[in-house]
């Protein structure tokens, strides 16, 4: 059992307290404090320990005085790692499922600009995307400016939200663009919303495309 690199965060012992007396009331007050001097403090912790559960729960009674309590210990275990691993498998559903929650919480009242670069970055590379490639197509020379000014409203309106991430990235190695990023998570509700749509996804495609084609040299 290899020994913690990190320092978990006070909500993993709080859910792992939690998951113990829900198996059986009070099977925490026996069990928390065997568990985290073998170094499982956490819901993931324990759950790792699922190859083994014979090996853990003679672990755990070594470090029990009581033979009421070891007995106690030995037929708890197996029904709390079987818990454990039921709870980590659930757990980045439920991450995915608070994201999609926030970003239709946002949709509504997110301008049509906002919404089109959310749809297009869904479909490219999650980080250090250039702004310019986010663009609505820009015809002429002279619409170059407004179209860096309505993009750059756009994105600062996603940030505010959390939506985005701004950065600041190298093209070719020495001139420094506008860039955004934005969670994978979050790509993947938008695409989900992009596909409920009749042919959005076809014409976001192409729009990012035709942004991808502006990067180009002598394109605009």
Do not use: Y
Not at 35 to 54: F, H, I, K, P, T
Not at 59 to 81: F, N, Q, S
Not at 102 to 130: E, F, I, K, Y
Request: aromatic share 0%.
């Amino acid at each position: 059992r290899e020994r913690r690199l990190a320092v978990l965060a006070p909500d993993a012992a709080v859910a792992l307290r939690a998951l113990l007396n829900g198996v059986e009331a009070g099977a925490a007050a026996l069990l928390e404090a065997p568990l985290a001097e073998l170094d499982l403090m956490s819901v993931d912790d324990v759950a790792q320990e699922r190859g083994d559960v014979a090996k853990l729960a003679d672990d755990v009674c070594r470090k029990l005085g009581r033979r009421p309590d070891r007995k106690r210990a030995r037929r708890l275990l197996p029904h709390i790692v079987d818990a454990c691993v039921a709870e980590a498998a659930a757990a980045p559903d439920r991450q995915r499922r608070a994201v999609a929650t926030t970003w239709r919480m946002h949709l509504d009242s997110l301008s049509d600009g906002a919404r089109r670069v959310m749809q297009r970055l869904s479909l490219l590379a999650p980080d250090n995307v250039p702004q310019f490639a986010l663009s609505d197509d820009v015809t002429s020379v002279d619409a170059v400016d407004a179209a860096v000014a309505a993009t750059e409203a756009v994105v600062a309106e996603l940030a505010s939200c959390s939506l985005v991430t701004c950065g600041v990235a190298a093209l070719d190695g020495t001139v420094g663009v506008r860039t955004v990023s934005v969670h994978r998570l979050v790509q993947d509700v938008v695409r989900e919303e992009l596909a409920a749509g009749d042919g959005l996804a076809a014409e976001t495609r192409a729009q990012c495309v035709a942004g991808i084609t502006r990067l180009l040299p002598g394109s605009v």
